[in-house]
């Protein structure tokens, strides 16, 4: 059994590739924690600054840190890897965005 295959639309199917390849590497960044500016409670210290404290501990070292960011970025990082690729495909046929995907992971 003889089969026979023929492509048309070359320069579509590249200028698709391309479209593709630049959704996905749009300069486009996730940002993690608490970004400067957020605000300050009312005796006027910075959310950011406890935040930090809260994060890693102070510096005297008299509270032990709590993360709320490392720790279970680094306990779930294999359900975030198989999340990411599982969406990134759909990402990649336009059934999802990549602000989407970020909100499901």
Same mark, same amino acid.
């Given at each position: 059994?003889?089969?026979?295959?023929?492509?048309?639309?070359?320069?579509?199917?590249?200028?698709?590739?391309?479209?593709?390849?630049?959704?996905?590497?749009?300069?486009?960044?996730?940002?993690?924690?608490?970004? !400067?500016?957020? &605000?300050?409670?009312?005796? #006027?210290?910075?959310? $950011?600054?406890?935040?930090?404290? /809260?994060?890693?501990?102070?510096?005297?070292?008299?509270?032990?840190?709590?993360?709320?960011?490392?720790?279970?970025?680094?306990?779930?990082?294999?359900?975030?890897?198989?999340?990411?690729? !599982?969406?990134? &495909?759909?990402?990649?046929? #336009?059934?999802?965005? $990549?602000?989407?995907?970020?909100? /499901?992971?």
């Amino acid at each position: 059994m003889k089969l026979n295959a023929e492509v048309r639309g070359g320069n579509n199917i590249a200028q698709r590739l391309q479209q593709i390849q630049d959704r996905i590497m749009a300069k486009r960044r996730v940002l993690v924690g608490l970004p !400067a500016g957020s &605000g300050s409670y009312e005796d #006027g210290t910075p959310i $950011a600054v406890i935040g930090a404290v /809260q994060e890693f501990g102070p510096a005297d070292g008299r509270v032990p840190e709590r993360s709320f960011l490392r720790v279970p970025i680094r306990q779930n990082q294999d359900n975030i890897k198989k999340a990411f690729l !599982a969406l990134t &495909g759909a990402v990649t046929r #336009g059934e999802i965005t $990549a602000f989407q995907m970020l909100d /499901q992971i």
